[in-house]
């Protein structure tokens, strides 16, 4: 049985852009929100608003840049402090220890002790897919700051969702060869570690152009550009319906 599936961005600005909010976007079944993608400094409370709920109930990280994670320890004192389950954190099998040494090492993640990091998670490490809500999610490496140091994630048939990440062809031609929304890195300008608008045109094909939204850009103002050279621009809070996943094979 198919089911309602959209994706719905919490933030859609670069690391300068504070006002666009944090990179970051929620997987939707049903209207429910489902997996959080990345959870930077306020992702949180762009997520609470949006959805009345302090606590994401799984989360994926594609990177562990500040702007992509600076609110996974707001998440661990929000979800340790309150009842239920530990949030599932999907995360980068390569990622995992460079994660546990910028968050998770201290004895005292609590003032008074007695408690670990992991002890508010559920921590599932991914290497090339992973099942949520009985969707199969792929993982792959892209091109940004260093070898496999950053990921995207997409769901076969339905999105891409390309993380930071330089142009990648070979891999968005791997990953979304079956009409997918491709959310992609794409600020007016590019830089070593992020797509310009002039990479798109010189790397992608008008097909799947049509097909790409652009999201972590500079400003408002860079959002108008894009959209005046035919882009299509993620807002903050706006929602993006996605096809059914192509069906599994046995």
């Known amino acids: 049985m198919s089911r309602a599936l959209a994706f719905r961005f919490m933030g859609v600005g670069n690391a300068k852009a504070s006002e666009l909010g944090s990179a970051a976007g929620v997987v939707e079944v049903e209207g429910k929100p489902t997996l959080l993608v990345d959870c930077g400094p306020?992702?949180?409370?762009?997520?609470?608003?949006?959805?009345?709920?302090?606590?994401?109930s799984a989360v994926f990280l594609t990177h562990l840049h500040l702007d992509?994670?600076?609110?996974?320890?707001?998440?661990?004192?929000?979800?340790?402090?309150?009842?239920?389950?530990?949030v599932k954190l999907f995360v980068p099998s390569l990622l995992v220890a460079g994660l546990h040494e910028?968050?998770?090492?201290?004895?005292?993640?609590?003032?008074?002790?007695?408690?670990?990091?992991?002890?508010?998670?559920?921590?599932?490490?991914?290497?090339?897919?992973?099942?949520?809500?009985?969707?199969?999610?792929?993982?792959?490496?892209?091109?940004?700051?260093?070898?496999?140091?950053?990921?995207?994630?997409?769901?076969?048939?339905?999105?891409?969702?390309?993380?930071?990440?330089?142009?990648?062809?070979?891999?968005?031609?791997?990953?979304?060869?079956?009409?997918?929304?491709?959310?992609?890195?794409?600020?007016l300008r590019g830089s070593p570690a992020h797509t310009g608008l002039d990479d798109v045109l010189r790397e992608y094909p008008e097909e799947l152009r049509q097909r790409m939204v652009a999201y972590h850009y500079e400003s408002e103002a860079s959002a108008r550009q894009l959209e005046e050279s035919g882009m299509q621009v993620a807002r903050p809070g706006q929602a993006f319906p996605l096809r059914s996943p192509l069906p599994l094979q046995d």
Do not use: M
Request: hydrophobic share 40%.
């Open 42 to 56: 306020r992702t949180l409370d762009d997520y609470q608003h949006h959805y009345d709920e302090e606590v994401p």
């Open 68 to 86: 992509h994670i600076g609110g996974v320890e707001q998440l661990f004192y929000r979800a340790y402090f309150r009842p239920g389950p530990p």
């Open 102 to 187: 910028k968050l998770a090492t201290s004895a005292h993640v609590l003032s008074e002790g007695r408690a670990n990091f992991w002890d508010a998670f559920h921590l599932v490490p991914a290497s090339g897919h992973f099942w949520l809500s009985d969707l199969l999610f792929e993982v792959f490496p892209v091109r940004h700051s260093g070898y496999r140091g950053a990921y995207g994630l997409a769901l076969r048939g339905s999105f891409l969702y390309s993380g930071d990440t330089r142009p990648i062809p070979e891999i968005v031609s791997s990953f979304a060869c079956a009409g997918e929304t491709v959310f992609h890195d794409c600020a």
